[in-house]
């Protein structure tokens, strides 16, 4: 099929040290393509280096209403047949852009996430992100190496950090939902996905390189557990809720555990959470069917919420009760 413009949206805040390489990196792929950077009021002289060095790119200044916000103004000045959002903080390697986007051309209703490697390259930061029915998210193959996950698959989540979808499709669906600020915005975006019938393909020939550790500190923990609640909120019916009770609550009680492990600032952002994630309206009236939870993942990493031979081990038991959980709802639903 004949190539496309595809309309490469990133959003950055004081990514002045990063912004350069980044853009560098996409300017040299082979696949026509144009450039949009939103700026959340970048206080590191980011615009003004973007206007000095890159002056053909369309810079958009912003307030900082947001990551999904600055991507969804960037995808109203796109021109692209295709969006491809990309964080600052990435460089991009060859036919990137080309690998990403080919699954699409097909099938508008195909979601493309690519394998992100750690920004040395030694090893992968996640090849698309596990989505759990309770509304935890956890990067796949974290920490593993490069060479893993060399196979293309569905996945149930695209990472924020770098997707590609046809902008229809995008615009079809409403973009971001603009009441995350920050984290777990991909998360709904795939949800919603999946109720729009759409499917979200792994691309490993597709890779980029992120700067990126695993850091869950009490102001990450606000902004995970809101969106968390507002997912489930939004998304599972009573129903659904009431036969996932027993999930529910070991989620929580896995959540509650890792925020103590902070002390009071921790169960004081938990809470904080809980509170604003629960008094947000639901946006649609209606609720998924079950054909969308048949996306998402039944078991959590071990590795990644809790540390140490007894942290690991407790997870192993909430994923016993993760995947009884989720038989009853198959024995039910089919």
């Known amino acids: 099929m004949p190539d496309s413009l595809a309309s490469v949206i990133i959003v950055t805040y004081n990514h002045r040290s990063f912004i350069g390489a980044c853009i560098d990196s996409v300017q040299r792929q082979d696949y026509p393509f144009e450039i949009i950077v939103v700026d959340n009021e970048s206080t590191d002289g980011t615009p003004e280096f973007i206007r000095g060095t890159y002056p053909a790119i369309q810079l958009i200044r912003n307030e900082n209403t947001g990551y999904g916000a600055g991507n969804n103004l960037g995808v109203r000045y796109a021109k692209g047949e295709y969006v491809v959002v990309l964080n600052p903080d990435t460089i991009v390697e060859k036919d990137w852009l080309r690998n990403l986007i080919s699954p699409i051309q097909p099938d508008p209703a195909v979601i493309t996430t690519p394998k992100i490697l750690l920004y040395d390259g030694s090893a992968i930061n996640t090849c698309g992100n596990i989505n759990h029915f309770t509304g935890l998210t956890f990067t796949r193959g974290l920490n593993e190496p490069p060479e893993s996950w060399n196979r293309e698959i569905p996945v149930s989540g695209v990472s924020g950090a770098c997707f590609a979808i046809k902008r229809d499709t995008f615009l079809r669906f409403g973009g971001f939902d603009e009441r995350f600020f920050l984290y777990n915005e991909d998360s709904e975006l795939s949800w919603r996905a999946y109720r729009y019938h759409c499917t979200i393909r792994y ?71 809980i509170s604003e994630g629960i008094r947000l309206p639901k946006d649609s009236p209606e609720y998924i069917d079950s054909r969308v939870l048949t996306h998402l993942e039944e078991k959590i990493p071990d590795d990644q919420l809790v540390g140490g031979i007894l942290g690991r081990g407790f997870v192993r038991l909430c994923n016993v009760v993760f995947s009884w959980n989720f038989a009853v709802f198959r024995g039910i639903f089919g």
């Open 203 to 273: 691309v490993p020939s597709s890779v980029v390189r992120h700067n990126y550790s695993l850091s869950v500190i009490p102001g990450k923990i606000y902004h995970l557990e809101k969106g968390r609640y507002l997912i489930l909120k939004e998304y599972l019916s009573p129903k659904f809720a009431l036969i996932f009770l027993p999930s529910l609550l070991t989620a929580e009680l896995l959540t509650f555990g890792y925020a103590l492990s902070f002390g009071r600032e921790g169960l004081s952002a938990k809470c904080r959470a």
